[in-house]
């Protein structure tokens, strides 16, 4: 899951990206509502954290421009405590929610979820490997029916392998959207991170379902 957190406010932001990097999104934050919106044009987020005050160009007129673009992307505005014509504008401008400033990591996070899960839509919460599958709505991963207890790294991590639908997913793509682009890669932190899930998934199945691609990356395969 990969979250644009535009934010000018440095405490703000700073606490949204470490809570949600503990909780397994990728995040990237940016301060401008003009360079959101050119990043916009060209990357896919699963949702973005949008201030409504911001320098360059405001949160509402950010949102405006997106859904005039046909960018459909879950927006969640953060706005002024007690602002009600800025939300209800900004609901009526195509977003998906809002928080009032200042909010709880716990309230962000079921907020995030709930407007992920409903643009997703219920028929594509189960991604599928094999015997394996993981609900993103739940966050329930099962492999031959018994149920796999994951942290919350491991979960993106499955479920970015899982996206891939097969496809060799390479180190740089899956720091990129597990750990977001602040994290330096030349650390083996992808590494340990793929041994612990292999020992949840893999161990005591006959068939292995992460494939190693040595120095380049990983897929997820069954035997077909
Ligand atoms: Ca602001």
């Not at 949160?59 to 879950?74: D, E, F, I």
């Amino acid at each position: 899951m990969r979250i644009l957190v535009v934010e000018d406010e440095p405490k703000v932001a700073a606490f949204v990206r470490s809570g949600l990097e503990e909780h397994g999104y990728g995040v990237t934050v940016l301060q401008r509502g003009d360079e959101a919106l050119t990043r916009l044009g060209g990357e896919v987020f699963d949702a973005v954290l949008l201030d409504v005050m911001l320098p360059g160009r405001d949160g509402l007129s950010v949102l405006r421009k997106l859904r005039a673009r046909g960018n459909n992307v879950p927006v969640i505005l953060l706005t002024a405590r007690g602002d009600l014509e800025e939300r209800v504008e900004g609901l009526n401008l195509g977003a998906d929610d809002y928080l009032a400033k200042p909010f709880a990591l716990s309230e962000l996070l079921a907020r995030l979820r709930a407007v992920v899960r409903r643009r997703t839509g219920v028929g594509s919460t189960l991604l599928v490997e094999a015997d394996l599958t993981l609900n993103i709505a739940t966050r329930e991963v099962k492999r031959g029916g018994r149920i796999i207890a994951l942290t919350p790294r491991e979960f993106s991590l499955l479920e970015c392998l899982l996206r891939a639908s097969g496809r060799l997913v390479t180190r740089t793509e899956i720091i990129q959207q597990v750990w977001g682009y602040s994290f330096d890669p030349g650390t083996n932190v992808l590494d340990v991170a793929i041994q612990r899930l292999r020992r949840k998934i893999d161990d005591g199945f006959p068939a292995p379902l992460i494939q190693t691609e040595r120095g380049v990356g990983y897929q997820l395969k069954g035997e077909m």
